[in-house]
């Protein structure tokens, strides 16, 4: 028979040679076959799991030190202290965009029946907890790809959120001349030929989420340029982008006229999201 602690120490061996974090990994990928807290495995190290038990979670440790990424294999990743279902069809939410959240919330007064847009919703992440922060919103939600809007749909369900109007299209065109009291994007910003694409959890996240031509500033590109037929006048536009995209964001900011530039750093420092008002 196998012990949690035995089959613990055995499957973040394993994975020191794939993840910073091998016993988080192991830790979480356990708890999620035997559904329980990752405290019930510190708890109780020297219970035994069934065959089964463990032949599931060897399957799973098989597929992280192939390099799939946690979230994939668990379906969920919390964000702003939401459990959103994830699958490879969307990317996975990370803490860098918890900073758009935090800003768009700074811009939305709780009181108010304000409209806001999220382009290129993915997984939901920011048009659900944006619509969850502030109920009173009337929340749209556009994204290229049916599957990450059917997930997206799913997640809004799951949490509570049942007024958010997702479109499917590009970018803007699902709208049809709508105007918002702030829109906000991750779009995808990774260079075509980024090395960090070929590392990591990345690998397995959609390259239709992460790449944009003309060095990642592609879509930001777009966004920010017909943005201004879609922002209430003084609207704020809010975009995620590269750590290294500051100067090349607010030059395109810059060029299509808005006011109140600004760029903001994450939690590790790095400027992250840039804003601006566009007066009409
Ligand atoms: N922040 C992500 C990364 O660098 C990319 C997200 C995106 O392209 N929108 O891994």
């Not at 700074?106 to 993915?122: H, R, S, Y």
């Not at 340029?225 to 209430?232: S, Y």
Request: net charge negative; hydrophobic share 40%.
């Amino acid at each position: 028979m196998t012990t949690i602690h035995s089959l613990l120490s055995t499957a973040s061996q394993q994975l020191t040679a794939i993840s910073d974090s091998p016993t988080l990994d192991a830790e979480i990928l356990l708890s999620f076959i035997l559904q329980k807290d990752r405290s019930h495995l510190t708890a109780w190290p020297e219970k035994e799991l069934t065959e089964d038990h463990c032949q599931q979670f060897k399957t799973l440790v098989n597929k992280r030190y192939a390099g799939h990424p946690i979230a994939y294999l668990t379906g969920t990743r919390e964000f702003w202290s939401r459990p959103f279902t994830v699958n490879s069809d969307v990317l996975i939410p990370r803490p860098d965009t918890e900073l758009l959240i935090e800003l768009a919330l700074l811009a939305l007064p709780e009181n108010k029946a304000l409209n806001i847009l999220d382009l290129g919703t993915g997984s939901g992440a920011i048009a659900i907890t944006l619509a969850a922060e502030r109920p009173q919103l009337t929340v749209t939600a556009t994204d290229a790809s049916a599957k990450a809007l059917a997930l997206a749909k799913k997640n809004a369900h799951q949490l509570g959120c049942t007024t958010i109007e997702f479109c499917h299209g590009h970018w803007f065109k699902p709208l049809t001349g709508q105007h918002y009291d702030l829109i906000a994007s991750n779009p995808p910003y990774i260079a075509p030929n980024d090395p960090h694409l070929a590392q990591g959890d990345i690998r397995f996240e959609p390259q239709q989420a992460l790449i944009a031509a003309n060095q990642g500033l592609a879509d930001i590109q777009t966004i920010t340029d017909h943005a201004r037929q879609h922002l209430k006048a003084g609207a704020p536009l809010l975009i995620e982008h590269g750590y290294d995209q500051q100067a090349h964001v607010q030059g395109i900011f810059k060029r299509f006229n808005y006011d109140r530039i600004a760029t903001h750093n994450d939690l590790a420092g790095n400027p992250r999201v840039t804003t601006g008002v566009y007066n009409t």
